[in-house]
């Protein structure tokens, strides 16, 4: 598709895996993760958070998300203190938060102490002080089980910050294990006015199985379609697009960029947040 382009303005559904320079007519648009973790740090940086920890999954993608956020997150002044990997799937995952929130350092200190002086002493773990915010790379799955071991080993005070991935529609019962999680949401997903109520229920009305379930795709490919006059006419005051997948701009390299709200989960519903209205400065 990329030797194609240049005749006539192509979008493309989805991001190539490496950085190009500007192709004319070719734009690129996808639900691309790296937008989120963008939203993440300023969202972070506007609400004073300078110093973090992340939990990621210990594969090529949740390092190379970690990567985006350490990146995005230095470049506006903030410090990524440590940083863990869990395994995915894994039934255990308190040695990744114990060892990213320096519990397991704790311990030993304890244990130590004992051995020395060689009596039993009342103890209880302490988790690092000087963290403003944790982010969090998780399928809903994990993340029922990261954010109740997060709270468990004390860091229950501290912000975490999730991308969408962690947000199933659909499924409130098991949400309140995410009780206090913020996260960029998919507008189509949570914010619903009279065009997106209309097309969440013809989805569920031809397929009743699936609307949920794809409901970010089904977003993503009306988005799409939207965007077909903005990219002909490529003029400066169509842009940004208010879309489903979010709201839309063009940056200089031809990817159609998305600016998304945020929630929080209350009382195992997420909630919608008052929008940041500062302006960042980047350092």
């Given amino acids: 598709m990329l030797a194609q382009s240049g005749f006539v303005p192509t979008l493309g559904l989805n991001w190539a895996q490496t950085e190009t320079p500007p192709l004319r007519n070719f734009y690129q648009f996808g639900l691309a993760p790296e937008d989120e973790v963008s939203a993440i740090v300023r969202q972070a940086v506007l609400s004073g958070h300078r110093t973090a920890v992340a939990l990621v999954a210990s594969d090529e993608r949740g390092y190379r998300l970690l990567n985006s956020f350490r990146t995005e997150f230095e470049a506006l002044g903030g410090q990524l203190l440590n940083s863990a990997g869990y395994v995915p799937n894994a039934q255990d995952v308190s040695g990744a938060i114990r060892d990213l929130l320096n519990v397991s350092r704790s311990e030993q200190r304890h244990r130590r102490l004992e051995a020395n002086l060689g ?55 098991a949400d309140t294990d995410l009780e206090g999680v913020v996260f960029p949401v998919v507008p189509l997903l949570l914010t619903p006015d009279s065009r997106s109520s209309a097309l969440t229920q013809a989805l569920q009305a031809h397929w009743p199985q699936r609307a949920t379930q794809y409901l970010r795709l089904y977003g993503l490919g009306f988005d799409a ?19 489903f997948s979010g ?18 989960f209350r009382n195992g519903r997420p909630t919608m947040l008052a929008p940041q209205v500062a302006a960042l400065t980047q350092q």
């Fill in 225 to 243: 379609y939207e965007l077909v006059g903005a990219l002909y006419a490529l003029d400066a005051s169509a842009w940004p697009v208010e879309g």
């Fill in 119 to 173: 009596v039993d002493i009342a103890f209880e773990a302490r988790r690092r002080q000087d963290i403003d915010m944790i982010f969090l790379q998780a399928s809903p799955t994990m993340g029922r089980l990261l954010a109740p071991n997060l709270r468990f080993y004390y860091a229950g005070d501290v912000p975490t910050y999730a991308i969408s991935e962690i947000y199933e529609p659909g499924n409130r019962a």
């Fill in 247 to 264: 709201r839309l701009d063009l940056d200089p390299f031809g990817k159609i960029r998305r600016d998304l709200p945020f929630a929080q």
